[in-house]
């Protein structure tokens, strides 16, 4: 169970660097960065809370780009 964490976090922290890659917003900067950093923290606890909430954020982050765009 722990490598499928951990798998889903490097998935997570990868998404969210290819966003912050992409086109600049305020927003999908900060919430990208946000990701990343609760990413790489569920990776190296191996805990799913982490990797739900980071998912959570860059999700809403996302939601959040594409309405304003």
């Not at 499928?4 to 999908?28: D, E, F, M, W, Y």
């Not at 990208?32 to 982050?61: D, K, N, P, Q, R």
């Amino acid at each position: 169970m722990h490598y499928i964490i951990q798998i889903l976090a490097a998935i997570l922290v990868g998404t969210a660097i290819g966003a912050i890659l992409g086109p600049r917003n305020k927003v999908l900067f900060v919430g990208s960065a946000v990701a990343i950093a609760l990413g790489l923290v569920a990776i190296f606890t191996v805990s799913w809370v982490v990797l739900a909430i980071g998912t959570a954020v860059f999700l809403v982050v996302q939601g959040m780009q594409r309405a304003h765009a």
